[in-house]
């Protein structure tokens, strides 16, 4: 059998793995002890991320005529993969968290939502909030009214109802109309 033939099934599993993917980084995992390692494994696998060690030629020829052809520099030394079909920006969140105190993992680069990122570019992408976490702010931006005005509502209907605020307008409404009598009569008596 032929190298040729050997490697073709391990790049079709790089290109399907990719073909739907919202975001791929790599990384260069050297130097990471073997609790790292699997600590970085579980908080992956745990938010949906395909994460995997393949040979650079491999993913350079799943890569070839796709969005992640620009990866092809980072492509240096050994290489690990993170593959995201849900959140865009989970990978770069969970892998430059985990680098922070785990000093070995490297950010190379990658791609989110068809955009290539340096290893800066990855860090910023980090900082961006999940969509549940976004989705959840909007949400409790849209509640926060709704909620008061029950709140008051909620108030009125314990203080007697509205017959209370519909007897307390008219007479603020009185009490400047006195006073604009008052004032009127007062420079004509002068």
């Known amino acids: 059998m032929a190298k040729v033939e050997l490697k073709k099934p391990i790049v079709e599993e790089i290109s399907a793995s990719i073909k739907d993917a919202q975001s791929v980084v790599l990384v260069d995992y050297r130097g990471l002890t073997v609790e790292q390692d699997t600590e970085l494994r579980r908080q992956?696998?745990?938010?949906g991320i395909?994460?995997?060690v393949y040979k650079n030629t491999m993913m350079n020829f799943a890569f070839k005529g796709t969005d992640y052809e620009a990866l092809a520099p980072?492509?240096?030394g050994p290489s690990a993969i993170a593959i995201s079909t849900d959140d865009a920006t989970a990978p770069a969140r969970i892998l430059c968290k985990f680098a922070k105190t785990a000093d070995k993992l490297e950010v190379k680069g990658g791609v989110v939502e068809g955009i290539v990122y340096d290893a800066k570019g990855i860090e910023d992408v980090s900082r961006i909030p999940s969509r549940e976490e976004l989705l959840s702010k909007l949400l409790g931006s849209i509640q926060s009214p709704i909620t008061n005005f029950a709140r008051v509502m909620n108030q009125l209907a314990e203080?007697?109802?509205a017959s209370e605020v519909e007897a307390a307008?008219?007479?603020e409404e009185?009490?400047?109309?006195?006073?604009t009598v008052a004032e009127a009569?007062?420079?004509a008596e002068e």
């Open 50 to 52: 395909t994460y995997k």
């Open 169 to 171: 307008a008219p007479a």
């Open 174 to 179: 009185a009490a400047p109309a006195e006073e």
């Open 159 to 161: 203080k007697g109802g």
């Open 44 to 47: 992956l696998r745990a938010a």
């Open 74 to 76: 980072y492509l240096e």
């Open 185 to 187: 009569t007062t420079p």
